[in-house]
């Protein structure tokens, strides 16, 4: 994860590697895409954008918490 100044905890940055880790972000690379949506070329433009899109960052969120209630029950 990452510490950023006056901000804390990157919650984008963690979106954004927990979904490349779980298959739902694709890194092909340098460039991060959600889907059809492309993120951003390097992490950081990638950060940029799910906080200026926050309703993406939100559904990024929701197929993270999806598949972590699905691999638990497993």
Same mark, same amino acid.
């Given at each position: 994860?990452? &510490?950023?100044?006056?901000? %804390?905890?990157?919650? /984008?940055?963690?979106? &954004?590697?927990?979904? =490349?880790?779980?298959?739902? =972000?694709?890194?092909? %690379?340098?460039?991060?895409?959600?889907?059809?949506?492309?993120?951003?070329?390097?992490? $950081?433009?990638?950060?940029?954008?799910?906080?200026?899109?926050? /309703?993406?960052?939100? /559904?990024? $969120?929701?197929? &993270?918490?999806?598949?972590?209630?699905?691999?638990?029950?497993?």
């Amino acid at each position: 994860f990452d &510490i950023m100044f006056d901000h %804390g905890i990157s919650k /984008e940055g963690n979106l &954004i590697d927990l979904g =490349v880790a779980l298959g739902l =972000v694709t890194k092909t %690379g340098a460039f991060f895409s959600y889907g059809d949506i492309r993120l951003g070329q390097g992490r $950081e433009n990638a950060k940029q954008y799910l906080s200026q899109n926050p /309703e993406l960052a939100q /559904e990024i $969120e929701q197929q &993270i918490r999806a598949s972590a209630v699905t691999s638990h029950n497993l």
